[in-house]
């Protein structure tokens, strides 16, 4: 017999092991390192079963989902964020006339311009999105058009068996395929 597996060493020592007890009773007696695994396991069992059972207050839970979701921002909270906000902006503001030697209006000035060339670039970049998908869209549309197309006109000369029978190893695929993809991508196995 292998050696147990951490599972199997808990479904041992809970009664609850699938395979004959007397083989399993007989590689722990063989076996040191696993003789000493159930020996550990069954230790962590005793001690864990005799801790107290511990309770949480009444109200505990929405205790701390109150602190850390408030139900509304204080007024306080408020005035403090946005004198905040405002005080970093003014703070800007002198900084960069500081260090350019500009003045408020030419300030207002290059902030405008630069708020007007980023609105530009974003609706240039939001057009040019939009006819890429629109040309995305046109070219799947046809390619299915066809591909209907050709395969009605293939299943014309194809017998309804064989069909029947081409459709069902397609499916049989991509249920495959999904199985695999599964297994390999989320379960982080190897497929």
Known sequence: MNCLTTKEIYLYLDDKFPGHRDDVEAHISSCAQCSLAVANRRQVLRASKSLPKETAPAGFA???INFLFPARARLKDVVLALSA???SFVFIIFAYL???G????GFFLTLSQT???AVQTASLVTVKTFKLFAVGFR???QLFTLAFHEISRLASFISTEVQILLVTIS???FLTLFYLLRKFVWAGGKA
């Open 115 to 117: 708020l007007l060339e």
């Open 98 to 100: 500081a260090f350019t």
């Open 171 to 173: 499916i049989l695929g």
């Open 85 to 87: 906000g405002f005080l």
């Open 62 to 64: 929405r205790q701390i």
């Open 102 to 105: 500009k003045s408020l209006a």
């Open 139 to 141: 070219v799947v549309r």
